[in-house]
């Protein structure tokens, strides 16, 4: 289990950007594939970008291009830079920690750790 803190969320119109953070251990960070996923209400958890142990990213389709997501090993954060957000990006979003992978699995079963999520809310 590895402890992990978003921030970052927030209410924002639509093509309008935000940029979640999440504090994690610098263990995990270096050696573990992380992710974001987001759950809006009534629908299940799905994962929108992924980075692995060697730092490879990867995204679902509804966000490539206009999402980004990385690492600074030196402040222990994984970040998700969100532009031109849509309204079909409302939900809570939650960084996750897997195994130690170069590409990531993108089954959210497969993330042992959890942070508490974070609201993401974009308005027309």
């Known amino acids: 289990q590895v402890h992990l803190v978003e921030s970052g969320g927030g209410s924002v119109q639509a093509g309008g950007s935000l940029r979640l953070s999440c504090e994690a251990p610098?263990?995990?960070?270096?050696?573990?594939?992380m992710a974001w996923f987001r759950q809006a209400p009534g629908k299940e958890r799905e994962g929108v970008a992924f980075?692995?142990?060697?730092?490879?990213?990867f995204y679902a389709d509804s966000v490539e291009g206009r999402f980004s997501i990385s690492r600074d090993n030196v402040k222990n954060t994984l970040y998700l830079q969100m532009n031109s957000l849509q309204t079909g990006d409302t939900a809570t979003y939650y960084c996750?920690?897997?195994?130690?992978?170069?590409?990531?699995?993108?089954?959210?079963?497969?993330?042992?750790?959890w942070g508490q999520g974070t609201q993401v809310t974009v308005s027309s």
């Open positions: 996750a920690a897997g195994g130690v992978l170069f590409v990531p699995p993108r089954d959210a079963k497969a993330y042992g750790s």
């Open positions: 610098s263990h995990a960070l270096k050696l573990l594939c």
């Open positions: 980075i692995g142990t060697n730092g490879a990213t």
